[in-house]
């Protein structure tokens, strides 16, 4: 009979046959093939250990594990062995260069993973570690060219999330983990939604629930000054200004990309968390934009197309009144008070997930201030439309 025995960082676990012949089949297992995903729950404030470190034994295995963290679900895997990052791309449906983000617990890890910390980096490490915020640093030798795409550089991240923190610390790995859709698809805010993308595709999933911020982390490259915002999230520029002074903004965050502007985190420049419906978002005066969702409705209604409409609590109530003659042909959903980013940010994948389950052809939608956490708000949902933004 076969058992391993895990060492866990809280506590020792036997495993009986079937873990052992599961992780057998794992270490043997290539990209390609299908899997029986483990899916388990834990509760963020009482964790289950066994869950942790049998997640655990799994990716010192080369395995591939989905977990939460405080931003969006990770698909985790080994950052320092390629094949198992390798993994990761075949399981993502992911372009090979698009480069990985390696999850830590503790600063000390950061030592082996990269050349030098620039001040400044200590200075947001301190300010924002742990948290929803990666930062791109000189990349060391230890750090194989599968993880970083070939890049001299490679992206760090503390997330705060303590099932994340617990899997990391009890692995002692330093887990790569891009977000756990597959790609093009909206990230995953929910254990559910990982579940939807990844079962049969991954070796376990741990379902920790929702997520609490709901959008990727802000992605800061330090090895450049001034700094330069490559990604929008949570942490904002306002933010980061505080705790360091003058911060650059990646030119394609705030414009479309093109053949002339190539963002700078290569996995920006993809389309992304979009629906599998058409987009468009409008921006203008506030009449102006109820106007235009109720009007294109209409029309796509007329033309023999399913609606979805995405409105904030403030201009819900107007959009369903005039469109209640449509009302069997049109879902509407909130996506929260305009007076409240933080849960617009945390809706926004939610809402555009739940429209991939019904049968709409196309979504309006109302656009947001480009500010604080507007920006990245908006950036997201400028990726989810295509950048079809209607200025009305
Ligand atoms: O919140 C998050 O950051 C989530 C959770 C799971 O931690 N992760 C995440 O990973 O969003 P992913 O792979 O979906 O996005 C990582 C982004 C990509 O746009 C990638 O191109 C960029 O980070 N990136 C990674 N390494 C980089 C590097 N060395 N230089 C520039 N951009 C890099
Ligand atoms: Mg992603």
Redesign the pocket.
């Known amino acids: 009979m076969c058992r391993i025995k895990a060492q866990g960082g809280e506590g020792t676990l036997e495993f009986d046959n079937i873990y052992g012949i599961i992780i057998k089949a794992i270490r043997n297992r290539k990209p390609e093939d299908d899997v029986n995903t483990i899916i388990k729950k834990t509760d963020i404030s009482n964790i289950d250990m066994s869950v942790i470190d049998l997640a655990a034994q799994i990716l010192k295995d080369g395995g591939l594990v989905a977990f939460p ?1 405080e ?4 698909l985790g895997a080994d950052g320092l062995n390629e094949n198992a990052a390798a993994k990761i791309y075949a399981a993502k449906g992911r372009p090979s260069d ?4 390696l ?1 830590i617990a503790d600063e000390k890890e950061l030592e082996r993973l990269v050349k030098n910390v620039p001040d400044v980096a200590k200075k947001l490490m301190d300010a924002f570690w742990p948290g ?1 915020l ?1 930062l ?1 640093f000189e990349k060391s030798d230890m750090v194989p060219k599968g993880t ?1 795409g070939g ?1 001299s ?3 760090v ?1 503390m ?1 705060e999330h303590p099932i994340a923190r617990k899997l990391i610390q009890t692995s002692q790995i330093s887990i790569a ?3 756990a859709n597959i790609s093009g698809k909206p ?1 995953p805010t929910s254990g559910q939604h990982v579940i939807d993308d990844m079962n049969g595709k991954i070796d376990m999933i741990i379902d920790g629930g929702e997520v609490g911020i709901g959008l ?2 802000t ?1 800061v ?1 330090v090895t450049c000054t001034p700094p330069m915002i ?2 929008p ?1 949570f942490i904002t520029k306002e933010m980061l200004e505080d705790a360091i002074g003058e911060v650059a903004v990646d030119r394609a965050v705030l414009e479309k990309p093109d053949k002339d502007l190539k963002p ?5 420049k993809y389309r992304h968390c979009a629906p599998a419906a058409d987009f468009v978002i409008f921006s203008g005066k506030k009449e102006n934009v109820i106007n235009a969702i109720v009007n294109n409705a209409i029309s796509s209604v007329e033309a023999g197309e399913k609606v979805g409409i995405i409105a904030t609590d403030e201009n819900i109530g107007i959009i369903r009144n005039k469109t209640s003659h449509i009302k069997d042909e049109v879902i509407i959903v909130s996506i929260g008070t305009e007076k409240d980013m933080e849960t617009i940010a945390g809706n926004l994948y939610k809402v555009l997930r739940n429209f991939d389950k019904t049968d709409v052809g196309q979504i309006y939608g109302e656009s947001f201030a480009n500010e604080n956490l507007g920006q990245a708000v908006m950036n997201r949902m400028c990726k989810a439309a295509g950048y079809n933004i209607v200025r009305v």
């Open positions: 963290t931003t969006v679900y990770g698009n480069h990985l983000i999850h929803p990666t791109i970083t890049l550089t490679v992206a991240r997330p983990a891009p977000s990230s990727e982390s992605i490259d490559l990604r999230g700078k985190a290569p996995g920006m």
